[in-house]
């Protein structure tokens, strides 16, 4: 793995004049304490779909500027924090953790009647709100009636990777039940197209049930995601910071893991990834307050639109892009896009997904957004690994968990995620050098080379330099390619090859040699 190199040679690189400052006694971060001060008073916000629509297509606001991520730590990687937790990424989940996802039970009890606390009317895909026997409240969501199966099962398969990459998310169950099993509470109201409110009757529910499939056996399907811990306090943006929240300090549109966020969404076609789809919860105890930062609402990704199959739009172009629209009519719609031919085969349970045209560099959600304007290769790469934790066996026993009748059907979305994996990781794994999981062991740096252990390029000729670190001046001193022995604090190793250069930084502590830094 390693190779000679020439002794004795001095060589000063691009380095900060104290290197003191490059790497502090806590590198690297694993933590991000932003939930260290308590947040005494918050002000519950609405965001008006349209006006968000508006605003991120004509204003593009935040800090529209690529740049290095500003919450990434010295290896590049995430911290924990009130927005991510590092899961299956860092250490692999089991397929028993992968499936348990964020559920702490198994639903909504049965043992007594479902009581309806509220209830939505208007919309093409009704919804109400229950509360269980145990307590719990529940929001219970539906499929579209001509597409048994589709929104539902999108829903939990996202749910369950979302989580699994590092996301919060709310706990969601598929559940059946029958009407003998509603009942309406008498508080109960609904609130009608105009906003007005009434009081919610049996006659109304079953109006409700009217427009939702029901099976043969007189039983209906539906998601039932519990209410989160914590008082809602409206959604985020995915730009700027919530002025009302003091551990809330890095701009949006700069955090890594809203910026990866995009390569995540590309996989599973979550083109509704705006900020209409994410709730901020003050929860915590008393005199320990703080905000935790919500994704939400995954009806809309895989082939599922909600409310009906994924538009054939839906991935490839924002709603309104106006050089396509005038393309389209200069040439009489001859001219069009190549998504245009992408071919969808009829399942209903599915809706519309594809891998043959999908394009992970080219994909976009339905308007812009900051975080994903901002995404560099960098971000790119760090996502592409989550995508890449997640093995064949690993996908195939999470889509299963979305209960999809139909064999064929469950086996092509399960075929489809995995061609989409599959382009994610050729894509991102191969724009830098891909030599990574870098691990001192027994005083040898070990590593390996992922796009060619994910078989996307050869893993190219390499060669392995090392360099004493001084610690005042940054000053690289050239040592033997196996000499280990820290004559100073810091030791760099140098992995140069035709994709370009790694260097990892490892410091010798009180607690033996750890790596610290890694920079593409």
Do not use: C
Request: avoid cysteine; proline fraction near 6%; charged fraction near 25%.
């Amino acid at each position: 793995m390693k190779q000679a190199i020439t002794l004795g040679l001095l060589i000063v690189l691009a380095a900060p004049s104290s290197f003191g400052q490059k790497f502090r006694s806590d590198d690297p971060v694993w933590v991000d304490a932003d939930a260290a001060v308590n947040v005494t008073s918050i002000t519950k916000h609405k965001l008006n779909d349209q006006y968000d629509f508006l605003l991120n297509t004509f204003r593009h606001p935040g800090d529209i500027t690529p740049r290095r991520a500003v919450n990434a730590n010295t290896l590049g990687e995430v911290p924990d924090s009130s927005w991510f937790q590092n899961r299956h990424g860092r250490q692999r989940m089991t397929t028993e953790q992968l499936l348990q996802g964020p559920n702490t039970g198994s639903g909504p009890s049965l043992d007594a009647p479902l009581v309806v606390i509220g209830a939505k009317t208007e919309g093409i895909t009704p919804g109400f709100r229950v509360r269980d026997a145990r307590g719990d409240i529940y929001f219970m969501k539906f499929d579209p009636l001509s597409n048994p199966e589709m929104a539902t099962a999108a829903e939990v398969i996202s749910t369950k990777i979302f989580h699994a990459i590092g996301y919060n998310v709310p706990e969601n169950y598929l559940t059946y039940f029958s009407r003998q099993q509603l009942r309406v509470d008498s508080k109960a109201k609904v609130s009608d197209a105009a906003g007005r409110e009434r009081r919610l009757t049996e006659a109304d529910l079953d109006a409700i049930l009217d427009r939702i499939h029901r099976a043969s056996d007189g039983t209906y399907r539906a998601v039932a995601s519990r209410m989160l811990a914590g008082a809602p306090i409206g959604p985020f943006q995915y730009f700027g910071t919530r002025p009302d929240d003091p551990n809330d300090i890095y701009p949006h549109e700069h955090r890594r893991e809203l910026r990866g966020l995009r390569v995540f969404a590309a996989w599973l076609n979550h083109d509704d990834s705006r900020a209409i789809n994410t709730l901020d919860v003050l929860a915590g105890r008393e005199g320990h307050k703080h905000v935790r930062h919500y994704l939400i609402d995954f009806g809309s990704t895989l082939g599922s639109g909600s409310v009906g199959p994924q538009k054939v739009r839906a991935g490839w172009e924002y709603t309104w892009e106006p050089t396509t629209v005038v393309k389209r009519i200069v040439s009489l719609g001859f001219w069009d896009k190549e998504w245009i031919r992408a071919d969808y085969p009829n399942y209903p349970a599915i809706g519309r997904f594809e891998s043959a045209r999908f394009q992970p560099e080219t994909w976009r959600p339905e308007y812009p957004n900051p975080a994903f304007l901002n995404m560099t290769d960098e971000d790119g790469y760090w996502a592409a690994k989550i995508v890449m934790s997640f093995t064949d066996e690993q996908i195939r026993a999470i889509v299963r968990a979305g209960e999809i009748s139909d064999p064929e059907a469950e086996n092509y979305l399960i075929d489809t995620l995995i061609l989409r994996r599959n382009k994610i990781g050729r894509h991102w794994l191969t724009r830098r050098s891909s030599f990574d999981s870098f691990e001192f062991v027994e005083g040898e740096l070990k590593f390996e080379h992922l796009a060619s252990k994910y078989d996307f390029a050869r893993k190219p000729a390499f060669t392995l330099r090392l360099f004493n670190v001084n610690p005042a001046s940054g000053e690289l001193q050239a040592v033997s390619d196996s000499d280990w022995s820290f004559a100073t604090p810091y030791t760099m190793a140098e992995v140069s090859s035709s994709e370009g250069k790694v260097l990892v930084y490892v410091r010798n502590g009180s607690d033996g040699a750890e790596i610290v830094g890694v920079e593409r």
